[in-house]
């Protein structure tokens, strides 16, 4: 249940919300882009996109973490998984495949095997082009083949869109054992050696013929053709039934208070049969009368089983989350305050102390300003005002160099290729701030850089005033809604509005597709965004970050938190872990990018640093936290495992074992560059 300062919270965010709905259907992005603020760059690492995109697009800003990434990278063959094929571009060619999910103790891989190839019998060796992209999708052209592939996240058939009348061609690396048209010569059924039933679909008659064991090939045919797999004998007449209307894109729409709409411009005649993934099925509104669930018609995917909506557009809402500066429900025991306030004036003073300039890696400079933005707050909330206006010119004067492009060591800087931040060091080492520079991981890092720039601004809002527009423009990089070729960066950045959840993972290519390792500070980003609205009295924003962090808390339950028998992954996997490592849109990791699988207490850290009230949610469920706790316990007792990630486990179980978890909390040597003893402190205290 709700304590009723959580409900009030909630009630005011929605009451916000509701008062910008009498304004406009759709929430703005406010405010409006703000001048680049930041000094201009020519990165000398970034990869040129002109060739994958069209001509058109390359006036606004890129994607850089997108579902399609792979498309545009290197030689744009690697491929990427749409649930529930996977799609590879070469040689004028578009390959789908079918995944099997290959599950262990350690892992679980989407295998790609090249069921089908489209191409054309007279091709000119010609990569594919972007020609539009969507939240949900992408349209991509292949010049030279006059063919068009219309490629929307959830669709259980593949479209392709031929524009002038062409010769297809069809392979697969298996044994075609049997090619069956209709009367009409419009519909044809595709047998496999692999046991595959996949059907074709086209506009119009087209000849198709087998002219050996692994080819099909067409006569000359213009118009659209749609391909999909069968995944059970009674399916076929559910593709059927919805073959004629195909989507070519998708948006999502920031409708109301912790709600998101998606909306389908589709082609054809008839209603649009879409996929959903569990958290989808979740989150689906009992209240949409427009959408069908077709519980009978699935596909399997790594995420889940993919289930069968009818609909042009689908409501999704999410539960509300409280957006609050000090803990949820409070300190519980105002005895505990003394030794919560003894800490914290220990921390303050090492932590102003040290010469934070030394510190010039982005995400570990950002890691210390929040680490003493969060003694600011618990000062505030346990009553140590005294040593708040300390910690608040410490922060200023950490803060601001990195706004104002004065920090010698490093700084943030602009780069209008793909249109986003780097860091002075990325934009000449891919390899520096982790990436920063090739746009990996920037949720992590401003997030940290906005959660303490939210902080000062609201213990002083004349330094806020000062630097919002700073400040905005930081936030703006990962969390821009606008897709006007005005914006100076790309819509969301990292969240992938179909999965529901951030990639960190930059321009690289990878076989598996994007990933994602740190899930909690995905939220923390959001979070922290809320919280600059709040300090700025923006609505909107507080809106659109307590939104997407009520998102990323929902997919990180259901994807990052391993909960063996609710059949998103396979026994063999969830039966060995409690947690992973990281989610990669291809398979699913034990491992990290920087430890073993086998250190079970950094894969547990890594998915809860950094500590703040908004961890109480993302750690809402009290059982899985306990099973948690108790799987990790043994590793905590390995030769080499340091306090600094102890402290993480140790805070856990403080949710359902206070008494021992304090004291295994007083009894440590150290803390995560992020953490510290104050914090633990406080987090135990305001436990239940």
Same mark, same amino acid.
């Given at each position: 249940m709700l304590s009723s300062k959580m409900t009030f919270y909630i009630f005011i965010l929605v009451l916000g919300f509701s008062f910008l709905q009498t304004q406009a259907r759709v929430l703005p992005s406010k405010p409006a882009p703000a001048a680049v603020l930041f000094p201009q760059v020519q990165s000398t690492v970034l990869p040129d996109p002109s060739p994958f995109f069209a001509s058109n697009l390359l006036q606004a800003p890129l994607p850089t973490n997108s579902f399609f990434q792979n498309f545009v990278l290197n030689n744009g063959d690697a491929a990427e998984y749409f649930h529930p094929y996977s799609f590879r571009f070469s040689n004028s060619s578009l390959t789908l495949s079918y995944p099997t999910p290959i599950p262990s103790n350690a892992s679980i891989l989407q295998n790609f095997t090249a069921d089908l190839t489209i191409s054309t019998t007279q091709t000119q060796q010609q990569h594919q082009v972007v020609s539009s992209f969507s939240d949900l999708g992408v349209t991509l052209d292949i010049p030279s083949s006059n063919l068009r592939f219309f490629l929307v996240k959830g669709s259980p058939y593949l479209t392709c !869109?031929?524009?002038?009348?062409?010769?297809?061609? %069809? *392979? =697969?690396?298996?044994?075609?054992?049997?090619? *069956?048209?209709?009367? /009409?010569? @419009?519909?044809?059924? %595709? !047998?496999? &050696? &692999?046991?595959?039933?996949? %059907?074709?679909? $086209?506009? $119009?008659?087209?000849? +198709? =013929? /087998?002219? &050996? +064991? $692994?080819?099909?090939?067409? #006569?000359?045919?213009?118009?659209v053709i749609r391909v999909a797999l069968s995944p059970g004998s009674d399916a076929e007449k559910v593709l059927d039934q919805f073959s004629s209307s195909y989507p070519v894109s998708g948006e999502a729409l920031f409708t109301e208070a912790f709600g998101l709409e998606y909306n389908w411009e589709k082609q054809g005649n008839g209603d649009l049969l879409m996929l959903a993934h569990p958290l989808h099925l979740q989150l689906l509104s009992v209240e949409d009368r427009n959408v069908t669930n077709l519980d009978h018609f699935r596909y399997r995917s790594i995420d889940g089983d993919l289930v069968g909506v009818v609909g042009d557009s689908w409501v999704l809402k999410t539960q509300p989350i409280p957006i609050t500066w000090h803990s949820i429900n409070g300190i519980k025991d105002n005895a505990s305050i003394p030794e919560i306030t003894a800490a914290l004036l220990t921390d303050v003073e090492a932590v102003t102390s040290e010469p934070i300039s030394s510190i010039t890696a982005s995400y570990f400079y950002g890691k210390m300003i929040a680490k003493a933005a969060r003694l600011a707050l618990i000062a505030e909330e346990v009553g140590c005002d005294n040593v708040i206006? &300390?910690? =608040?010119?410490? +922060? /200023? @004067?950490?803060i601001e160099p990195w706004l104002s492009g004065t920090f010698g060591g490093n700084g943030f800087l602009y780069e209008a290729k793909w249109g986003g931040l780097v860091t002075k060091n990325g934009a000449v080492d891919k390899g520096a701030d982790f990436g920063f520079g090739i746009y990996n991981d920037h949720h992590y890092h401003i997030g940290y850089f906005v959660y303490a720039i939210a902080v000062v601004a609201k213990l002083d809002q004349a330094w806020g005033l000062k630097f919002k527009t700073q400040a905005y423009s930081l936030a703006e990089d990962f969390l821009t809604l606008n897709r006007q070729p005005s914006s100076n960066y790309p819509r969301l950045r990292n969240f992938d509005l179909y999965n529901l959840h951030s990639w960190a993972g930059g321009l690289t290519e990878f076989g598996d597709g994007r990933n994602q390792e740190s899930s909690s500070e995905a939220v923390n980003a959001y979070y922290s965004a809320a919280l600059m609205g709040l300090a700025y009295g #923006?609505? *909107?924003?507080t809106g659109t970050g307590s939104l997407l962090a009520a998102l990323e808390i929902q997919a990180t339950q259901k994807w990052w938190h391993v909960h063996q028998g609710d059949n998103i992954y396979e026994d063999v996997f969830a039966s060995a872990n409690k947690i992973t490592g990281i989610v990669w849109s291809d398979k699913r990791d034990t491992g990290l990018w920087f430890a073993p699988q086998t250190s079970l207490e950094i894969r547990v850290g890594i998915q809860v640093l950094p500590i703040s009230p908004i961890t109480e949610v993302l750690f809402s469920n009290v059982s899985y936290v306990k099973e948690l706790v108790e799987w990790t316990a043994p590793a905590l007792t390995k030769e080499g495992v340091t306090d600094a990630w102890r402290g993480f486990d140790y805070s856990l179980e403080g949710i359902y074992n206070k008494q021992d978890a304090l004291q295994k909390i007083k009894n440590l040597g150290g803390f995560d560059d992020g953490n510290s003893l104050t914090n633990l402190l406080w987090w135990i205290h305001s436990r239940g």
């Open positions: !869109n031929v524009s002038v009348p062409t010769a297809l061609s %069809i *392979s =697969t690396t298996h044994a075609i054992t049997s090619l *069956s048209p209709n009367t /009409k010569q @419009n519909k044809f059924t %595709i !047998n496999l &050696n &692999n046991n595959q039933t996949w %059907i074709l679909y $086209s506009s $119009s008659k087209i000849g +198709l =013929t /087998k002219t &050996n +064991l $692994s080819l099909i090939k067409s #006569d000359s045919f213009c118009g206006p &300390n910690i =608040t010119t410490f +922060l /200023k @004067n950490a #923006d609505t *909107s924003l």
